[in-house]
C-alpha cells in the first residue's frame, strides 16, 4: 500500500516530510491531512483493482496462448514422430543408420526375415532369407519404404541396447545393432500358402482369430524386396499386374457369395424368429420387381430354410432376403462391419464400400445381396469378420508385428490383442457358427468335410469381368482342433476357373492342414468322391438325363439337389446336358421344353448346341468360360441381336428371350431340342477333344453365382473389378457409376 | 567413457534446467525477500552447472577446445554479473536479471555448438550488454526525465526506421538492417524501446478517445512505415503492444477486442498485398506440399523437434544446422533436437516467466508510467517470444522475429537488455523510494512513541523489528477510541498503520531488517 500513498516523484516527500513532524499536531495532522489523502486512497484503492484485472487479463492471454503452442508443438511431434522420421526430406535417417546397423525382422519361430549387413567401407545392404516370400508383408526399404520396413522403420534404425554395450561396440569400432522386431508370421505357413496360391494372382491372409495376430499373408504376383531398387522401373511401368499392390489389404474384390455371410447376419440380427421360420421354394431363379438372378446353372434348390439357403449358397434366396431387409438397418449394420471405414489396421489399408440407400435401385439391392455390383471388399476386412463369427463376434485389430526388442533382449514394444469392435450378437454368431459349418459339412465347402479338425466357412465365386470367363473364386473360413488355436483363413483367387469351392477351398485346406499338422490319406482328396450324382432313379451313379457319359472328375460340390420339376407338373422340365450334375436347361415357361442353355453347361456342349442358343448363351454366359471363344465366334452373328433386344428391357428369362428374338431366337430355339440330344452325345466327346483347362472351366462353372450372367445384359453394370491402389479403386467406383448410368 | 558422457549428460541438462524453471516459476509466488535471495542462489549454482556440463559434453562430441574456454569464461562472467549486480544494487530484482543470464547461457552453448566463432562474437555482445545492465542503473535518479519525452521519442523512432526503409539493406525480402561504421544493427529492435517509453509518456494522461487519438496516429506511423519496410513481425509487435497498452491505459475491454478485430482484418487485407505473406501462410497451411521450397525451412524445423524426442540427441550429436538459419530465425527447433523437448519446454517457460515477472512488477508500479512502460516491456516481449516460437513449432505463421537474447544477433540482445534494465531501473527506484519511506516511517514511529510512551523510556519499543508489539497497539487502540465519533479518520489511520506494518504490498521482496 505504501507505494500508493507515496504515489510517485518529489511530491510525495512533501507530504512524508509534512508527517514527520512529531507533536501533538503532528500527530493530528497525520489523520486530518489524510482526510484528504483518503479520497485518494480509495480512488488508488480501485485503481490498483483495475490494473490488477487488466494485468491479469493481459497475463491470462498470453499464458493460455503459450500453453496452447506447447501443448501443439508436445503431440505434433508425438503423434507425426514415425512420419516424420519417415520423410525423405529428413535426413537424420542417415544419421542414424551412420551409428546403427538396421535391425533385424524375425519371424515367429525366430527365422529371421530380414537382415542388414555392413561391408567394410560401412555400407549396409538389407538381405531378405526368403526372396519373394515376404515381400508384400515385411515390405522394402528404399523408395519410401512399404510393410513392416516401413512401419517400424523408426524402431529398426535405432539402437536401444544398454550403454555398456554400445561403450563396447565403440571398442571394437562397430556400428550399434538396431533394435529388432518380432512379427506373428509363420515361415512354413505362409510357404504353403505361397505354394497352394501357385500361380494364381490372388491374396491368402490367415489369422489368429483370438487376437488378430496375422500368421501368413500372400499376395502374388510377388516381388523381391532385396532387389526392388533394380526392378524398380519395371515394377512401376507394369500396372496392369498391380505387383507391388498387397492385394490383402489393399486389393478391392467383389465379395461375391461370401457376402451372404452378411445378409444372414443382417437377417438374423433384425428377426430371429422369422429368420429360423424362413423358407424359400427355389425353382432355380427368382424375379424380383421385373428384374431375375437365378441360382448357379439355373440350379433348382427347392425348399431352403435360411442354413440350407447358406450352405447350398442359394442366389435366389438371398437376393429374396436381401430385398426384403430394412435397408436403413442394413447399411448401418454393414458400416459397423467396418464397411465405408479404415480399418484398424497399421500398414494401408483400402476401405470397403458398397452402395445401399433408398433411392438404391431393387436390382442393385439384389445384387449387394449376392455381393456383386458395386460391393468391394479388402481380403482382409472379410477375414477380419470371418475372425469375429469364430469369436463371439468379436473384431480383434490384426497386427504383423508382435514386438519389438533391443538387440539384448529389452522388450521395448510388446503389442497385445486390441478387441476393436463387437459386429455380431451372440445368438446370431451362434447360428452363424452353424451355418458356416453346414458349408463344410453340407455344402459349397465339402472339399473340407473330411477333415479332423473343425472347419467352417464360406464360398463365393465373383465374376469381375464380363467379357471372359475369369471370376474370383473366394473361400473365407475358420477351423480349429482341440490342440490349435482357432485360425481365421481368408483366400481370393483372381481369374481362377473355377468357382470358390473347386480352387478356394482347396487353397484353405493346404494351409489349415498345415497349420493342423494333418496328412491327408491317400485319395482323400480325390475331388471324385464329392461328385453328388442326382436325379439317378436307376442307382447307377450316372445321372438319368444323360445316362451313359461319365461325370466330370472335376465336379466341384455336392450341393445339388436338383429338382428337375420345377414346375411341379410331374414331368421333369430341366435338363442335364452334361451330366455334370447340374441343370444346364430348363423348361421355365412350362412348354415342356428346356429351352434355355446355363453357364458352364454351355461350355460342355458343342459348339453348336452354343450357337443354337446362342440367345441365351450370350445374354447369360458373357463370362463363362474360355471354351466359349469358339461359341461366341459361331454366334458373334446373333449375339448383338440378343444384347440390344436384351437391353431394351427385357428380363433375360428364358423366356422373355424367345418372345423379343424374333424368328432367330425361335429358330434357335427349336433347335434347342433338337440339339439337346446331340449335345448330350457330343459335350462328351468335346470335352474330350478341347483343352483340359476348358473342361474344368465348365465344371467349375458349377458354383454358387453366376448371377451376373444374367444381370449384366439387362444393367450394363460394371462389375466390381478388382481395383489395385486407392485411385484405381476410385476409378473403378467412377466407372461403376458410369456403367449404372448407362 | 565418451560412450557414458554423450549418452547421459543429456539427462543432467535436462534435470538442471528443470530445477532452474521451476524455481523461477516459484519465485513468482514467494515475497519473502531471502526466500527469494536464496532461490537466485541456486539458481545461478544451476546456471552454472548447466554450463560446465554442456561444455564437457560439446567437447567429448566435438572435441575443440575453444569449447573449455567459453565454458571458462561464460560461468565466470554470468557468476560475477549475478554476484556483483546483487551487491551493487541491492534493490535490483533479481529473478529477471537471472532469467536474461540463463537465456544468455542457453544462447551461447547452442551458438558454440554451431560455430564457435559466432559464439565468441555473440559472447562479447552478451558482454556489452551486461555492461549496459550495469551501467544505466547508475544513473536511475534520471529516469523521470523520460517521462517528459513524449512525442519526441516518436519523431525519433519514425525518423530511424524511415531511414532505414529508404537506406537500409534488404535482409531476406525486408528493409530492416542499417550499417553504420561497420556495424550492422537493426535499428526496430531499438525503435521498440524508444516506442514504449512514447506509448507510456503520452499515454500515462490519456483520459479518452480525444487523447488517444493523435497517440494512434504516431503509432500506426511507427507500424506502417515497418510493413513499409516488409518488416511484419516488427510491425505486428508494435501494433499489439499499441492495443493493449491502450487497455491498460483505459482499462476498457473494448479497445482490446476491437484491436484484435482491426488486426484480422487488417491482415485479410495485408495477406492480398504481400507475397511473402501469402508464401508465409501457404507454408504454414500445409507445408509437406511445398517442402522443396518455401516449406522447406519450417519442415526441417518440425523435423528437428520431432527427432530429438523427450530428452534430446544429447549435445553434439544432432544435425540442427539441417535448418536454414538456425542461428537466427530458428534458434528453438535447432537447440529442441539436441537438447530435448524438455529443454525446449523448460526454454519456453523460462521466456515466459520473464514475461510474468515484468507484468506482476507492472502492477505493483503506483506511477502511471512506469506501470505502462513494465507493462508495455512484458508484453512486447511476450509476443516477440510467442511469434518466433509459435513460428518454428508450425503453431502460427513464420514472420521471422528473432528469440530475445537466444538468437544470434547484436541488436536483439542489446535491445532485449535494455528493455529488461528499463524494469529493473524502475523497480529499483521503487525499491529506493520504499526504502525511503520506510526509514522516514521508522524515525516517525520511533518519535511517535516517545511521545505515546507516558514513561518515556520506550517501554514496547521493539527496536530490532522498528515497531512496538504491544504497546503500539494498546497506543492504536486508544486513538481509535478517541476517534470513534470520527470513522474516516479511523480508516486513514487503519490504513497508516497498515503502511507501516508492511502492507500486503510492501511485503512482496521488501527488505526486513
Known amino acids: ?742 | 567413457m565418451r560412450t557414458y558422457i554423450l549418452a547421459l549428460t543429456k539427462y543432467g541438462i535436462a534435470a538442471l534446467v528443470v530445477a532452474y524453471t521451476i524455481l523461477a516459476f516459484i519465485m513468482l509466488f514467494r515475497r519473502s525477500r531471502q526466500a527469494v535471495h536464496s532461490m537466485c542462489v541456486v539458481q545461478i549454482e544451476l546456471m552454472a552447472a548447466m554450463t560446465v556440463v554442456s561444455y564437457v559434453t560439446l567437447f567429448t562430441a566435438l572435441g575443440k577446445a575453444g569449447y573449455l574456454l567459453m565454458c571458462v569464461l561464460q560461468v565466470a562472467v554470468f557468476s560475477a554479473a549475478f554476484f556483483l549486480y546483487q551487491t551493487l544494487y541491492s534493490n535490483a530484482y533479481m529473478p529477471i536479471f537471472n532469467n536474461m543470464c540463463m537465456l544468455l547461457s542457453i544462447g551461447l552453448i547452442f551458438l558454440s555448438r554451431i560455430g564457435l566463432d559466432r559464439a565468441a562474437k555473440q559472447f562479447v555482445i552478451a558482454v556489452g550488454g551486461l555492461a549496459i545492465a550495469f551501467i544505466l542503473p547508475f544513473f536511475r535518479s534520471k529516469f523521470y526525465l523520460l517521462k517528459k519525452t513524449g512525442y519526441v521519442c516518436a519523431f525519433l523512432g519514425i525518423a530511424a526506421l524511415a531511414v532505414v526503409m529508404l537506406l537500409g539493406s534488404t535482409t531476406l525480402g525486408a528493409n530492416i538492417t542499417y550499417t553504420i561504421f561497420g556495424l550492422t544493427f537493426q535499428p526496430s529492435e531499438f525503435v521498440k524501446i524508444l516506442y514504449l517509453i512514447f506509448l507510456a509518456a503520452t499515454l500515462k494522461d490519456a483520459k479518452d478517445l480525444q487523447d488517444l487519438i493523435p497517440i494512434a496516429v504516431f503509432a500506426g506511423a511507427h507500424v506502417l512505415v515497418l510493413i513499409g519496410s516488409k518488416d511484419l513481425g516488427s510491425g505486428l509487435i508494435f501494433y499489439i503492444v499499441f492495443i493493449f497498452m491502450v487497455y491498460m491505459a483505459t482499462g476498457k475491454v473494448l479497445y482490446l477486442a476491437g484491436g484484435f478485430g482491426a488486426m484480422a482484418a487488417a491482415s485479410v487485407v495485408l495477406y492480398h498485398f504481400f507475397s511473402h505473406i501469402q508464401q508465409r501462410v501457404q507454408a504454414f497451411l500445409d507445408p509437406w506440399s511445398l517442402i522443396d521450397s518455401i516449406g522447406y525451412q519450417i519442415t526441417q524445423a518440425l523435423f528437428a523437434i520431432s527427432a530429438g524426442g523427450v530428452f534430446g540427441d544429447g549435445l553434439g550429436q544432432g544435425t540442427p544446422d539441417k535448418i536454414p538459419f538456425v542461428e537466427s530465425d530458428f534458434v528453438f527447433a535447432g537447440l529442441t533436437e539436441e537438447l530435448g523437448q524438455i529443454v525446449g519446454i523448460c526454454v519456453i517457460l523460462i521466456t515466459l516467466s520473464c514475461f510474468l515477472h515484468m507484468l506482476s512488477l507492472s502492477m505493483h508500479f503506483a506511477d502511471r508510467f512506469y506501470r505502462l512502460l513494465a507493462f508495455g516491456a512484458a508484453i512486447s516481449y511476450g509476443f516477440q517470444a510467442f511469434l518466433t516460437l509459435g513460428g518454428q513449432t508450425k503453431f502460427i505463421p513464420l514472420t521471422g522475429v528473432t528469440l530475445p537474447m537466444i538468437s544470434y544477433g547484436g541488436s536483439s540482445i542489446l535491445s532485449t537488455i535494455l528493455l529488461f534494465t528499463m524494469v529493473q531501473i524502475m523497480y529499483m527506484l521503487r525499491g529506493d523510494r520504499i526504502d525511503e519511506y520506510k526509514r522516514k516511517q521508522r524515525r516517525l514511529q520511533r518519535e511517535r512513541a516517545s511521545y505515546y510512551d507516558d514513561d518515556g523510556d520506550r517501554y514496547g519499543y521493539d527496536a530490532r523489528r522498528g515497531r512496538y508489539q504491544s504497546g503500539y497497539s494498546r497506543a492504536m487502540r486508544d486513538e481509535t477510541a478517541l476517534d470513534r465519533q470520527d470513522p474516516q479518520s479511523d480508516y486513514d489511520r487503519r490504513r497508516e498503520y497498515a503502511a507501516v506494518r508492511g502492507g500486503s504490498s510492501l511485503r512482496r521482496y521488501s527488505r526486513e531488517d
Open chain 1, 1 to 742: 500500500m505504501a507505494d500508493y500513498i507515496g504515489g510517485s516523484g518529489r511530491r510525495n516527500n512533501r507530504i512524508t516530510q509534512r508527517r514527520r513532524e512529531p507533536d501533538v499536531q503532528g500527530r493530528r495532522r497525520i489523520s486530518s491531512s489524510d482526510t484528504g489523502t483518503a479520497r485518494s486512497a480509495r480512488r488508488l484503492a480501485a485503481e490498483k483493482k483495475r490494473v490488477r484485472h487488466q494485468v491479469f487479463v493481459a497475463g491470462g492471454i498470453v499464458v493460455v496462448m503459450f500453453a496452447s503452442m506447447i501443448t501443439y508443438m508436445v503431440s505434433y511431434s508425438a503423434t507425426h514422430k514415425d512420419e516424420l522420421m519417415n520423410n525423405d526430406y529428413n535426413g537424420r535417417e542417415e544419421l542414424l543408420l551412420a551409428k546403427n546397423q538396421r535391425g533385424k525382422i524375425y519371424a515367429a519361430d525366430g527365422q529371421v526375415l530380414a537382415e542388414s549387413k555392413t561391408d567394410a567401407k560401412g555400407n549396409q545392404t538389407r538381405e531378405y532369407p526368403f526372396g519373394k516370400l515376404f515381400g508384400h508383408i515385411i515390405g522394402y526399404t528404399p523408395k519410401g519404404g512399404s510393410g513392416v520396413e516401413q512401419l517400424e522403420n523408426a524402431e529398426l534404425i535405432k539402437s536401444d541396447i544398454s550403454l555398456s554395450e554400445k561403450a563396447a561396440y565403440d571398442q571394437k569400432g562397430e556400428l550399434y545393432p538396431g533394435n529388432d522386431v518380432y512379427t506373428t508370421l509363420m515361415p512354413d505357413l505362409q510357404k504353403t500358402a505361397s505354394e497352394a496360391l501357385g500361380d494364381y494372382d490372388g491374396a491368402v491372409i490367415v489369422t489368429e482369430a483370438k487376437t488378430g495376430k496375422i500368421l501368413a499373408m500372400v499376395s502374388h504376383p510377388e516381388f523381391d524386396p532385396g532387389n526392388i531398387e533394380k526392378d524398380w522401373d519395371s515394377l512401376m511401368s507394369d500396372t496392369e499386374k498391380g505387383t507391388l499392390v498387397n492385394r490383402v489389404t489393399q486389393g478391392l474384390y467383389a465379395p461375391g457369395s461370401t457376402f451372404k455371410i452378411f445378409d444372414a447376419i443382417e437377417f438374423m440380427s433384425e428377426d430371429m424368429q422369422k429368420a429360423m421360420a424362413y423358407t424359400f421354394d427355389c425353382p432355380g431363379y427368382t424375379t424380383i420387381d421385373g428384374v431375375m438372378i437365378n441360382c448357379y446353372h439355373w440350379e433348382v434348390h427347392g425348399e431352403q430354410n435360411l442354413e440350407q439357403s447358406f450352405a447350398n449358397s442359394c442366389n435366389s434366396s438371398f437376393a429374396t432376403i436381401g430385398t426384403s431387409l430394412d435397408r436403413d438397418k442394413f447399411a448401418a449394420k454393414l458400416k459397423e462391419m467396418m464397411f465405408d471405414e479404415d480399418l484398424p489396421y497399421d500398414l494401408p489399408s483400402s476401405r470397403s464400400s458398397f452402395v445401399l440407400d433408398d433411392s438404391t435401385s431393387t436390382k442393385e439391392v439384389m445384387q449387394l445381396a449376392i455381393g456383386q455390383g458395386k460391393t468391394l471388399m479388402t481380403p482382409l476386412h472379410l477375414n477380419m469378420i470371418t475372425a469375429a463369427i469364430a469369436n463371439g463376434g468379436e473384431v480383434y485389430k490384426p497386427y504383423v508385428v508382435d514386438s519389438v526388442k533391443s538387440a539384448d533382449g529389452t522388450v521395448l514394444v510388446q503389442n497385445k490383442p486390441t478387441d476393436y469392435r463387437n459386429v455380431i450378437s451372440s445368438d446370431v454368431d451362434k447360428k452363424m457358427q452353424e451355418f458356416c459349418r453346414e458349408v463344410v459339412t453340407d455344402g459349397t465347402a465339402s472339399k473340407l468335410s473330411t477333415r479332423p479338425y473343425h472347419a467352417a466357412g464360406k464360398t463365393g465365386t465373383a465374376e469381375y469381368d464380363t467379357n471372359s470367363a475369369d471370376s474370383n473364386a473366394w473361400f473365407t473360413g475358420y477351423a480349429y482342433d482341440d490342440n490349435h488355436n482357432e485360425i481365421a483363413i481368408t483366400v481370393v483367387i483372381e481369374g481362377a476357373t473355377g468357382s470358390g469351392g473347386t480352387n478356394a477351398v482347396p487353397v484353405a485346406r493346404t494351409i489349415m492342414d498345415k497349420y493342423f499338422g494333418y496328412t491327408p490319406k491317400a485319395g482323400e482328396d480325390d475331388d471324385a468322391n464329392y461328385v453328388h450324382v442326382v436325379n439317378d432313379k436307376d442307382g447307377d451313379g450316372v445321372n438319368d438325363a444323360n445316362e451313359g457319359t461319365s461325370t466330370s472328375s472335376d465336379l466341384p460340390e455336392k450341393t445339388v439337389k436338383l429338382n428337375m420339376d420345377t414346375n411341379k407338373d410331374g414331368i421333369n422340365d430341366a435338363v442335364d446336358l452334361n451330366g455334370d450334375g447340374v441343370a444346364d436347361a430348363v423348361d421355365t415357361d412350362g412348354d415342356g421344353i428346356p429351352e434355355t442353355n446355363v453357364g458352364g453347361g454351355a461350355t460342355d456342349i458343342s459348339a453348336a448346341a452354343s450357337s443354337a442358343s446362342s440367345a441365351s448363351s450370350d445374354a447369360s454366359s458373357a463370362g463363362s468360360s474360355s471354351a466359349s471363344d469358339a461359341a461366341s465366334s459361331a454366334s458373334s452373328d446373333t449375339s448383338g441381336t440378343a444384347q440390344s433386344t436384351a437391353q431394351n428391357g427385357a428380363a433375360a428369362a428364358s423366356s422373355q428371350t424367345q418372345q423379343t428374338q424374333g424368328q432367330a431366337a425361335a429358330a434357335a430355339q427349336q433347335q434347342t431340342q433338337d440339339q439337346a440330344a446331340a449335345a448330350a452325345q457330343q459335350g462328351t466327346q468335346q470335352t474330350d477333344q478341347s483343352a483340359q483347362q476348358t473342361q474344368d472351366a465348365g465344371a467349375a462353372q458349377n458354383a454358387d453365382n453366376t448371377q451376373n450372367d444374367y444381370v449384366n445384359p439387362t444393367t450394363g453394370d460394371a462389375q466390381g473389378e478388382a481395383a489395385w491402389s486407392e485411385q484405381q479403386a476410385d476409378a473403378a467406383a467412377a466407372a461403376a457409376q458410369n456403367g449404372a448410368g448407362q
